[in-house]
């Protein structure tokens, strides 16, 4: 299986159930679009606790993106259960098909020249390890939000670990559910320590060499 792909076609991490079918090359490559947006698409996979600050970073980086003259897309994990993966649950065979899911839309993005910005516990290595050859190793950028689990449960932005704790939700990651933190990330992250503003810059400086023209 290849570890990095900048083409159109797929990673095959899934057996397909579909037969009689045959993979279309368009006329267009994903480094022409990336000629005319001006940057060298990636995503930045933000994986982290609840709590940890994904969503606040994802958007926010998305913006000052945007700002700079850079196309670039959000894709949030209760967003994307309202739509797409709203057929799934929090089981760990449901984590590892959401994960796939997000990381194939990720690839689209990618090679359609946008940079993705993705908020996803993604708790497990091998769902991330997967969704990094999904997406292609050269396009993969792992940050790691390590703010540590009492700030995340004291933040509790949306009472999740209240009612965790109470037993009002399973497999909940850091109480009833693991999380296997990166072993080898390109960003670690204290949100715990460094507020919006230090973060931020902080993914960005990773991903100005990818501007270009600029």
Same mark, same amino acid.
């Given at each position: 299986m290849q570890s990095e792909r900048t083409g159109n076609a797929p990673a095959r991490n899934v057996q397909a159930v579909s037969s009689n079918i045959t993979?279309?090359?368009?006329?267009?490559? $994903?480094? +022409?679009? /990336?000629?005319?947006?001006?940057?060298? %698409?990636?995503?930045?996979?933000?994986?982290?606790? @609840?709590?940890?600050?994904?969503?606040?970073? %994802? &958007? +926010? #980086?998305?913006?000052?993106?945007? /700002?700079?003259?850079h196309v670039a897309y959000a894709l949030d994990g209760d967003n994307m259960r309202h739509g797409l993966n709203r057929d799934l649950g929090f089981s760990p065979r449901d984590r590892t098909e959401n994960i796939r899911r997000i990381a194939e839309v990720a690839r689209l993005f990618?090679?359609?020249? =946008? &940079? #993705?910005?993705?908020?996803? =516990?993604? $708790?497990? *290595?091998?769902?991330?390890? /997967? %969704?990094?050859?999904?997406?292609?190793?050269?396009?993969?950028?792992?940050?790691?939000?390590?703010?540590?689990?009492? =700030?995340?449960? *004291? *933040?509790?932005?949306?009472?999740?670990?209240?009612?965790? *704790?109470?037993?009002?939700?399973?497999?909940?990651?850091?109480?009833?559910? $693991?999380?296997?933190?990166? +072993?080898? $990330?390109?960003? @670690?992250?204290d949100t715990g320590r460094l507020g919006v503003e230090e973060s931020v810059s902080e993914i960005l400086r990773a991903v100005r060499p990818r501007f270009r023209g600029a």
């Open positions: 993979w279309s090359e368009g006329k267009i490559t $994903p480094d +022409e679009r /990336m000629q005319l947006l001006r940057q060298d %698409a990636a995503t930045i996979w933000l994986t982290g606790l @609840s709590g940890s600050g994904k969503t606040t970073l %994802a &958007f +926010e #980086v998305e913006k000052r993106l945007f /700002m700079h003259g990618n090679n359609a020249g =946008i &940079f #993705v910005v993705t908020a996803f =516990i993604s $708790p497990y *290595r091998a769902d991330r390890a /997967m %969704a990094r050859d999904i997406i292609g190793a050269g396009r993969f950028i792992e940050t790691h939000l390590a703010a540590g689990m009492e =700030i995340c449960e *004291r *933040r509790d932005p949306k009472g999740l670990y209240k009612k965790a *704790r109470a037993g009002e939700i399973s497999d909940f990651t850091g109480v009833s559910a $693991p999380y296997e933190t990166p +072993e080898n $990330p390109a960003l @670690s992250i």
